[in-house]
């Protein structure tokens, strides 16, 4: 089965700073890769997908780029600010017949120092 | 609109007792999803179900754990014997469509879980 890998488990950036989330994946398969933003006490918020098909992806300060080759993808926020602080979660999916629950990496504390 | 919701939020139960976790998907949303998280990890697949049929529940640890969605809306988590591992938060989620769609129909929107604690 898919098997994703996060790193870091913890990043401490300065408010404004710029803030990267790495992920890779092991299965080739894969092809729809969600990033997933959780606040204390609140579910999972979808804040940006990226399908296999595309290379790169971007919506206002964030914006993700996937590597097929490499099996890697990463988040980018840019311009932090006090309330981008929270956990966040790279997944993967082989969307298209089987399984369709999502594997998610281990989570990333996103701490914002103002 | 309304999103997915779970209740209870919270539930308390003994060793070996019985529960059942609810989940109130988007409306209109075929596919439905159960996921389970302990702290400090990522949320883990248990069931998926396609309208009224468990389509993959490869991810249920065991014969205690059983899910239902019998009018291919509400679904509900079923843990029998309930043990101190099972301790967690229980997360569902929606989407429009389960299978491959066109645009963003296999997005999956999360409810904010059932935090379920076996003493």
């Known amino acids: 089965g898919e098997n994703v890998e996060q790193h870091p488990s913890t990043l401490s950036v300065q408010e404004g700073d710029s803030a990267v989330i790495k992920c890779t994946y092991s299965?080739?398969?894969?092809?729809?890769f969600p990033w997933y933003k959780q606040e204390l006490g609140k579910g999972p918020q979808l804040i940006i997908d990226?399908?296999?098909?595309?290379g790169e992806k971007k919506d206002q300060r964030i914006a993700v780029t996937l590597n097929k080759t490499a099996k890697h993808f990463s988040l980018h926020i840019t311009e932090t600010q006090p309330e981008d602080s929270a956990v966040y979660f790279c997944?993967?999916?082989?969307?298209?017949?089987?399984?369709?629950?999502?594997?998610f990496g281990k989570g990333t504390h996103l701490i914002i120092q103002p | 609109g309304a999103g997915v919701s779970q209740t209870p939020s919270n539930k308390v139960t003994e060793k070996g007792k019985y529960v059942e976790l609810r989940c109130d998907p988007i409306?209109?949303?075929?596919?439905l999803y159960w996921y389970r998280q302990s702290l400090g990890q990522g949320p883990e697949f248990l069931i998926y179900?396609?309208?009224?049929?468990?389509?993959?529940d490869s991810g249920l640890p065991n014969d205690r754990f059983f899910a239902v969605r019998p009018e291919g809306s509400v679904s509900t988590l079923k843990i029998q014997r309930t043990e101190r591992g099972d301790s967690a938060v229980y997360l569902c989620?929606?989407?429009?469509?389960?299978?491959?769609?066109?645009?963003?129909?296999?997005?999956?929107?999360f409810g904010p879980g059932t935090r379920l604690t076996v003493l």
């Open positions: 989620a929606s989407s429009l469509m389960g299978l491959a769609g066109v645009g963003s129909t296999d997005t999956q929107y």
């Open positions: 299965d080739s398969a894969s092809n729809y």
């Open positions: 990226i399908r296999s098909n595309v």
């Open positions: 997944a993967a999916l082989y969307s298209g017949g089987g399984a369709d629950g999502l594997t």
């Open positions: 409306s209109g949303h075929t596919a």
């Open positions: 179900f396609q309208g009224t049929g468990a389509a993959d």
